[in-house]
């Protein structure tokens, strides 16, 4: 008899509270299965369970608030211990870490109410909008059972506009921040790559490709990062009790701002074996769900490494903080023309900042900014990327 | 196609993109990806909805003309005007 228990969803989460359960008792289950719904302060995260078995009954019930941990349901034939993926983090009060500060916009009238992921997909498959619904779940949640209410014709009436809980967020981000400063000793080095390269391969290549085919400077970034990780396995990783301890995989967190606030990083698994076409495809997806609010908790437990890039928009540079228990961040500023010296000519070149914070207890910074140069030299040959 | 016609499809998959803002009261000539705070990402899979509801290719070297709605609207126009 094995336990499916409350995730922790990164070193930030120390409870959860159950949604809703998306399989009955006497359901069988195979490893990947969405069981379950977990509303935390990262929105309404789908659970997926790590071993095959069968429902053999719940032990917490919708709405309940537990900690990190506790036994949820027991599963039939499966192993004793650990079902559901707990990601061993030392014991600090704690919270999410954004890599920088999260966008949080003003609440807009028409603020969106909290919807699991399933009952999202449910609505849209039918052409219900959500906006028409109100929520019966925590916090006046939308549920799966409410849009089939509302599909079945029998809907209540309009909901008030959920909004975000900005104070939440808030508390949230202070203690991840002061979790991160107060531990983990940040040494950060900056160099500026030439891209013109990459975007002149990256334009080429996007000419002859359909809209749906072509890739963003992102995927470059993410590949080049993650290539250079295979040659400096101590940026990637966790830092625990017993020190640092090297990732079982390249497992790249991509911050992804959240419209109407706040700032996630799941995770683009095996990074380093992906095709650029693979990479951007994941890269899509995740964009995608992580603003639907339909990310599985693997995604948050994986990463390995946090990687950040600012875009087309902002500034040209990101000094960004450790999400714990990892041990590194690279930042990626905005791209920019600048003079730049070739030979001894000058030319106008666009150009990126690219960063890295890294935890002094597991690295140097000799052997930073050997890693960050050659993520550089990566990005001089976007072909082998 | 009409322009109305465009302009509908415009606007909608807009909505899709930031679905909290009323994307029919824009203003014409500002900038989308500042009104609507919108990243690379959500700017490609516009483009990508685009050309795959309106059966036209957008070349990357055209993007700057969808920076506004009322320019966006003109370049679609265009393309279909050509390609009909």
Not at chain 1, 135 to 147: E, K, M, Q, R, Y
Not at chain 2, 44 to 60: K, M
């Amino acid at each position: 008899m094995g336990e499916f228990r409350m995730p922790s969803l990164g070193a930030d989460m120390e409870a959860g509270t159950l949604v809703e359960w998306l399989k009955r008792p006497g359901d069988r289950v195979k490893r990947g299965d969405i069981v379950a719904v977990v509303e935390t302060q990262k929105g309404a995260i789908e659970i997926d369970i790590f071993e095959d078995g069968v429902i053999e009954r719940w032990l917490v019930e919708p709405g309940t608030t537990v900690p990190v941990g506790t036994p949820l349901a027991l599963i039939a034939g499966a192993q004793p211990a650990v079902v559901a993926k707990v990601l061993e983090v030392p014991a600090a009060p704690t919270a999410p870490a954004p890599a920088a500060p999260p966008r949080v916009e003003p609440p807009l009238a028409a603020g969106r109410a909290r919807t699991s992921p399933a009952a999202r997909r449910l609505a849209s498959e039918r052409g219900i909008a959500l906006a028409g619904l109100s929520g019966s779940g925590p916090g006046g949640a939308i549920l799966f059972a409410d849009v089939e209410r509302a599909a079945a014709g029998a809907g209540p009436g309009p909901a008030l506009p959920k909004r975000l809980d900005l104070k939440e967020m808030r508390r949230a981000i202070a203690a991840a921040m002061a979790r991160s400063k107060r531990e983990i000793p940040h040494y950060y080095l900056s160099t500026t790559v030439d891209l013109t390269r990459s975007l002149g391969w990256l334009e080429a290549a996007n000419a002859t490709r359909s809209p749906a085919q072509r890739l963003l400077l992102a995927a470059l970034l993410l590949k080049a990062v993650a290539c250079a990780l295979g040659a400096a396995p101590e940026f990637n990783g966790f830092f625990t009790a017993e020190g640092f301890q090297p990732g079982s995989g390249i497992h790249i967190g991509t911050a992804i701002a959240i419209r109407g606030g706040g700032l996630i990083a799941p995770a683009i698994r095996d990074a380093d074996k992906l095709s650029l076409e693979d990479l951007m495809a994941r890269l899509r997806d995740l964009v995608t769900r992580a603003r639907s609010g339909a990310l599985r908790s693997s995604e948050l437990s994986d990463p390995t490494i946090t990687v950040t890039n600012l875009g087309e928009r902002g500034v040209e540079a990101v000094f960004g903080v450790i999400y714990p228990p990892q041990v590194a961040l690279v930042g990626f500023g905005m791209p920019v023309e600048r003079p730049w010296a070739i030979g001894s000519e000058i030319a106008v070149r666009r150009v990126l900042t690219a960063t890295l914070a890294a935890d002094h207890r597991a690295s140097d910074g000799h052997r930073g900014a050997l890693f960050l140069a050659d993520i550089d030299h990566r990005l001089q040959s976007p072909e082998t990327l | 196609m009409t322009r109305d016609d465009i302009t509908a499809v415009l606007i909608d998959e807009l909505g899709q993109i930031a679905p909290e803002t009323d994307a029919s009261r824009l203003d014409p000539n500002a900038e989308l990806r500042e009104e609507l705070d919108i990243d690379s990402m959500d700017f490609l899979n516009l483009v990508t909805a685009l050309s795959e509801r309106l059966e036209i290719d957008i070349p990357e070297i055209d993007y700057p003309k969808l920076a506004t709605l009322g320019h966006a609207i003109d370049y679609l126009a265009q393309r279909l005007g050509g390609t009909a």
